[in-house]
Nanobody, 127 residues
């Protein structure tokens, strides 16, 4: 099994900071693209930021200059540093990753490409 677990969410005042982490675990061979998404109450999920294995980054305009995405490939972990938080940043933040899983079946290695989502972590920014 492969899973993603987010942590670091919580309640913060406007102008404050939070750092989210997304840790992948399980029978992982490699992790390609990873990303952070958020869904505010009554709104559709939106992509916040993505990062490739090589470090190429894409960030939505509404958080540019305030949020930073990074990853540690050795730890299979991705981060989202969120500064100057605003009430409109309030949402459930979820991480997503394209993972190549390696298993052994009948003595032979087998590789599967999986798209995996974390369970989400709530970020609430008070005004």
């Amino acid at each position: 099994q492969v899973q993603l677990v987010e942590s670091g969410g919580g309640l913060v005042q406007a102008g404050g900071s939070l750092r989210l982490s997304c840790a992948a675990s399980g029978s992982i061979f490699s992790i390609n693209g990873m990303g952070w998404y958020r869904q505010a109450p009554g709104k559709q999920r939106e992509q916040v930021a993505t990062i490739t294995r090589g470090g190429t980054i894409s960030i939505v305009d509404s958080v540019k200059g305030r949020f930073t995405i990074s990853r540690d490939n050795a730890k299979n972990t991705m981060y989202l540093q969120m500064n100057s938080l605003k009430p409109e940043d309030t949402a459930v933040y979820s991480c997503n990753a394209d993972i190549v899983q390696r298993t052994v079946e009948r003595g032979l290695p087998r590789y599967r490409s999986l798209e995996v989502w974390g369970q989400g972590t709530l970020v609430t920014v008070s005004s």
